[in-house]
């Protein structure tokens, strides 16, 4: 299995790192625009294997496509990230341009690979690579939803003094503060979260998790890597081993839930095609209200990409 990150910076780095030391590629190759970055990044990788006792193989190109030729899956991380006092918003054009010229160059040498998203507004991007790759579906994604939820579980298990291992969770809808939380399916051990935890503190973890990448921002003046990567690097084994995994994924929906052409997060189960199913639960009016906030922002920012486009 060949997978090829785009962007060798925080994220990309990290997921690369992941995807080697898990052994979920025989080979990762990592690109980047700025000369040298991605070759020193994956020698980095590569020397650490005798000390974590790996073989997947790590190598680095600047801007050099043809190396990529034959991946399974691409990861794209390339972009801006967010400084402090901006929105994920702010990034889109800059980030579309790379993000849509990324994507020819990936396509070109790697038609049949899948491709997850990870560079904000991660809707939006999703919705730049699809248009851009022409591919199914199926097999263009983004990647929020995990680390949304990951959040979410780890804030939990802080406040329960519990193992995050335990905490079962989904959260659907866009990436950003409009992110749809679902408490009626969070369960600790198989035990519903509100069984556990008074409603005022699970409200409270619940918007911490809404702003929890902005948290971080102002933490570090830069936005996070180490769960971002880590759960890029989880999509893409769960693609390369055909797990069938059910994770939330950002995905163009057409009539699901009500929505068509719109990108959002939704649970799916992520297998060797791509998204092999979306998974439609039954929202009840509040939650339907909130899916119906987060799609109206989405899709005026991808209408915000297509202005962009028009007058390019
Ligand atoms: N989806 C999520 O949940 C999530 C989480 C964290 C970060 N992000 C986003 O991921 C992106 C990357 O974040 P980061 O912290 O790794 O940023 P970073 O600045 O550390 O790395 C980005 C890299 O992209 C490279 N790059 C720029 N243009 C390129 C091009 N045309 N081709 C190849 N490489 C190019 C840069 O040289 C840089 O090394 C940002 O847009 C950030 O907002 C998304």
Same mark, same amino acid.
């Given at each position: &299995?060949?997978?090829?990150?785009?962007?060798?910076?925080?994220?990309?780095?990290?997921?690369?790192?992941?995807?080697?030391?898990?052994?979920?590629?025989?080979?990762?190759?990592?690109?980047?625009?700025?000369?040298?970055?991605?070759?020193?990044?994956?020698?980095?990788?590569?020397?650490?294997? /005798?000390?974590?006792?790996?073989?997947?193989?790590?190598v680095?190109?600047?801007?050099?496509?043809?190396?990529?030729?034959?991946?399974?899956?691409?990861?794209?991380?390339?972009?801006? /990230?967010?400084?402090?006092?901006?929105?994920?918003?702010?990034?889109?054009?800059?980030? +579309?341009?790379?993000?849509?010229?990324?994507?020819?160059?990936?396509?070109? $040498?790697? /038609?049949?690979?899948?491709?997850?998203?990870?560079?904000? =507004? #991660?809707?939006? &991007?999703?919705?730049?690579? $699809?248009?851009?790759?022409?591919l =199914?579906?199926?097999?263009? &994604?983004?990647?929020?939803?995990?680390l949304?939820?990951?959040?979410?579980?780890?804030?939990?298990?802080?406040?329960?003094?519990?193992s /995050?291992?335990?905490?079962q969770?989904?959260?659907?809808?866009?990436?950003?503060?409009?992110?749809?939380?679902?408490?009626?399916y969070?369960?600790?051990?198989?035990?519903?979260?509100?069984? #556990?935890?008074?409603?005022?503190k699970?409200?409270?973890?619940?918007?911490?998790?809404?702003?929890?990448?902005?948290?971080?921002?102002?933490?570090?003046?830069?936005?996070a890597w180490? +769960? =971002?990567?880590?759960?890029?690097?989880?999509?893409?084994?769960?693609?390369?081993?055909?797990?069938?995994?059910?994770?939330?994924?950002?995905?163009?929906?057409?009539?699901?839930?009500?929505?068509?052409?719109?990108?959002?997060?939704?649970?799916?189960?992520?297998?060797?095609?791509?998204?092999?199913?979306?998974?439609?639960?039954?929202?009840?009016?509040?939650?339907?209200?909130?899916?119906?906030?987060?799609?109206?922002?989405?899709k005026?920012? &991808?209408?915000?990409?297509?202005?962009?486009?028009?007058?390019?």
């Open positions: &299995m060949k997978v090829t990150v785009v962007g060798a910076g925080n994220v990309g780095a990290t997921c690369a790192d992941v995807l080697a030391y898990r052994e979920i590629a025989n080979e990762v190759v990592l690109v980047d625009i700025k000369e040298g970055f991605a070759e020193g990044k994956a020698l980095d990788i590569w020397q650490k294997a /005798p000390i974590n006792l790996y073989d997947t193989r790590t680095g190109v600047t801007n050099d496509y043809s190396r990529t030729a034959g991946s399974d899956v691409v990861v794209i991380t390339s972009g801006l /990230p967010r400084k402090p006092g901006m929105s994920r918003d702010d990034l889109i054009s800059t980030n +579309a341009g790379i993000v849509q010229s990324v994507t020819e160059n990936v396509v070109k $040498h790697s /038609p049949d690979a899948i491709i997850i998203v990870v560079s904000n =507004p #991660l809707d939006v &991007m999703t919705y730049a690579a $699809h248009m851009t790759s022409k =199914p579906r199926t097999r263009v &994604m983004g990647m929020a939803g995990i949304d939820t990951a959040r979410y579980r780890a804030f939990l298990a802080e406040a329960l003094n519990v /995050p291992k335990d905490i969770a989904v959260l659907m809808g866009g990436h950003g503060d409009t992110m749809v939380p679902l408490p009626r969070t369960t600790v051990g198989g035990i519903p979260v509100t069984e #556990l935890i008074e409603e005022e699970l409200n409270a973890i619940i918007e911490r998790t809404k702003t929890g990448g902005g948290e971080l921002v102002k933490l570090m003046g830069t936005s180490y +769960a =971002p990567g880590a759960a890029a690097a989880q999509m893409v084994e769960a693609i390369v081993r055909d797990q069938r995994r059910v994770f939330p994924v950002c995905v163009k929906l057409e009539g699901e839930y009500g929505i068509d052409g719109v990108y959002l997060g939704v649970p799916v189960i992520l297998g060797k095609n791509g998204i092999e199913k979306i998974i439609e639960l039954q929202l009840n009016e509040e939650e339907k209200q909130l899916l119906e906030n987060s799609r109206g922002h989405v005026e920012v &991808m209408d915000a990409l297509d202005k962009i486009n028009a007058s390019a």
